[in-house]
């Protein structure tokens, strides 16, 4: 080996981690002249001679040196490796840009598909909930229903008197008199104004009254469940009327049709027991139509003066009106306290100067006879059963007669031929 060698040696041995360094590194191999001479001046001897501080310097240099080389040659390779990393993580980060916001326009694309999604489940949704809720408020909402009718009225009221109850053409006291509410009978009442004046319609009748006088609302319908009685209506053009519920019984009379009949009995072989008058009498239930019902109103068909009827006529029937509503009294003659129908005519007739007796077939065969079709307001009209003169009323004026006629209705006006008359008897001049 050869001295150049030989240190070459020596110092590669003295430096060998140096040398590792350098040739792991592949700087030895391509060490510049210069730096080989600044390492070859590093002997063994002089390692050993030199002090230790002179070498850690030379030492110190010298990797500093080297670790400058390394950390040029390592900054170039890590250079040109960051630089391709850079590249690769630029690519990367344009591909990842790329993927993100390829990943971000799906997921908004999603978001929005979604959100366009959700918008039409929810439109549908809520246009479900629309017509759930709708069909909900439809059910919810209760139908109108008709008012809640009794005995045909909706609106009841009663009268609340001991007799009848003046029904006016006005809603005042000084209102013209049109009709009478019987006591308990019925009437709608249309309205009330704020003098308590009520406008109600019973029957033919309309007019005004005071409320005063009415029992209304729960107490109306209390009150009609007490008194309402059963009524047989007449459904045929003629019906007769017999003695017992057979028809191999003895015909009373006749009755016309629409004719209102005051029901005592429903019998179990279908016939009808009612009131004619004050006595019992038969009908066949085929022939009437049986409801409950309350009574009405009369009208009070006003007689007027210089109407060709004499003053004494009109006087006598406006009169004999005043009463209706009163009540029935077998034997009685009290227009107030109570009459039955020839007590009532007897005591009607002595204001006018005309004796009668209490007794109707008696009253029958007093006075003049006159035919159907001349009657006038004060004639008195006959009804018999069997042959038999058993009831009286007067005559007012288009085809109606007041008469005292049960204990159940009292004083009141009827049709003239509510049942058939036996004859017409006149007792006033003309």
């Not at 006088?213 to 053009?237: D, K």
């Not at 004050?278 to 009437?288: F, I, K």
């Not at 109407?307 to 509503?325: E, M, P, T, W």
Request: net charge negative; hydrophobic share 30%; aromatic share 8%.
């Amino acid at each position: 080996m050869n001295r150049r060698n030989r240190w070459k040696y020596t110092g590669a041995v003295a430096g060998a981690g140096l040398a590792v360094v350098l040739f792991s590194s592949g700087v030895y191999a391509n060490t510049s002249p210069k730096k080989e001479a600044e390492i070859q001046v590093i002997s063994f001897d002089d390692l050993e001679n030199n002090n230790e501080e002179t070498a850690k310097t030379e030492t110190l240099s010298t990797e500093e040196k080297v670790e400058s080389l390394s950390s040029e040659e390592s900054f170039t390779e890590n250079t040109d490796t960051t630089s391709e990393s850079n590249t690769e993580l630029e690519s990367t980060q344009e591909s990842s840009e790329n993927s993100d916001l390829s990943a971000e326009e799906v997921i908004e694309n999603t978001e929005e598909t979604e959100e366009e999604t959700n918008t039409d489940l929810g439109l549908s949704a809520g246009a479900g909930e629309v017509l759930d809720n709708a069909e909900k408020q439809a059910r919810n909402v209760e139908t109108p229903q008709e008012p809640q009718s009794y005995w045909g009225y909706t609106n009841l009221g009663i009268a609340h008197v001991e007799n009848h109850l003046n029904i006016r053409q006005e809603p005042n006291e000084s209102g013209k008199l049109i009709g009478k509410l019987p006591k308990d009978a019925a009437c709608e009442i249309l309205e009330v104004d704020e003098n308590g004046w009520a406008h109600i319609k019973s029957g033919k009748l309309d007019g005004y009254c005071s409320t005063e006088f009415l029992y209304t609302g729960e107490e109306a319908i209390a009150r009609g469940r007490e008194v309402a009685s059963m009524i047989a209506i007449v459904n045929t053009q003629t019906l007769k009327v017999r003695e017992e519920p057979s028809t191999d019984s003895i015909v009373i009379t006749l009755i016309p049709q629409e004719e209102e009949l005051e029901v005592v009995e429903i019998m179990d072989n279908g016939w009808v027991k009612f009131l004619l008058d004050d006595e019992e009498a038969y009908v066949s239930g085929d022939y009437v139509d049986v409801e409950e019902r309350l009574e009405k109103a009369v009208t009070l068909t006003e007689l007027m003066y210089g109407q060709g009827i004499s003053n004494v006529r009109v006087d006598l029937v406006q009169y004999a009106k005043q009463f209706v509503g009163n009540p029935y009294v077998w034997g009685g003659t009290s227009l107030t306290k109570g009459a039955d129908c020839s007590g009532f005519t007897l005591s009607i007739y002595k204001k006018y100067g005309v004796s009668l007796p209490h007794h109707a077939a008696s009253q029958a065969q007093m006075g003049t006879k006159v035919d159907y079709s001349s009657a006038q307001p004060g004639d008195l009209v006959f009804y018999a059963k069997n042959g038999r003169i058993n009831h009286v009323a007067i005559y007012i004026g288009n085809g109606q007669v007041i008469h005292a006629s049960s204990p159940k209705t009292g004083i009141k006006i009827s049709s003239w031929n509510y049942r058939t008359p036996a004859g017409i008897r006149r007792y006033l001049p003309n």
